[in-house]
């Protein structure tokens, strides 16, 4: 199971680090990624991380602006968003899946449920 929050509003500009908390002992064996979904959009890639936290990947429409990171002994892991756009405003899901760097929401097993982000101008 796993339960994202961090969320919230915040001006153009600001920051905000959102949490992933997983249940269960074996979170440091899966990828984690984070995906989004704005309204009337469909859900998609943000950034994602191996089970060691040593490779990472990103959209390019985060690169540079938000970092991906866990922490296997909290079963948690984290996004960093800085310099945050009125674009990125969206519904931020964290995703487990066996598979490191899958773009594709199809891929991946588990999900949480979502936390708002909105970014305003």
């Known amino acids: 199971q796993l339960q994202a929050s961090g969320g919230g509003l915040v001006q153009a500009g600001g920051s905000l680090r959102l949490s992933c908390a997983a249940s269960?002992?074996?979170?440091?064996?899966?990828?984690m990624s984070w995906f989004r979904q704005a309204p009337g959009k469909e859900r998609e890639f943000v950034a994602a991380?191996?089970?060691?936290?040593?490779?990472?990947a990103y959209a390019d429409s985060v690169k540079g602006r938000f970092t991906i990171s866990r922490d296997n002994a909290k079963n948690t892991v984290y996004l960093q968003m800085n310099s945050l756009k009125p674009e990125d405003t969206a519904v931020y899901y964290c995703?487990?899946?066996?598979?490191?760097?899958?773009?594709?929401?199809?891929?991946?097993?588990?999900w949480g449920q979502g936390t708002q982000v909105t970014v305003s101008s």
């Open positions: 269960g002992r074996a979170f440091s064996s899966y990828s």
């Open positions: 991380i191996n089970w060691s936290g040593k490779s990472t």
């Open positions: 995703a487990a899946g066996s598979s490191f760097y899958q773009v594709s929401s199809s891929e991946y097993s588990y």
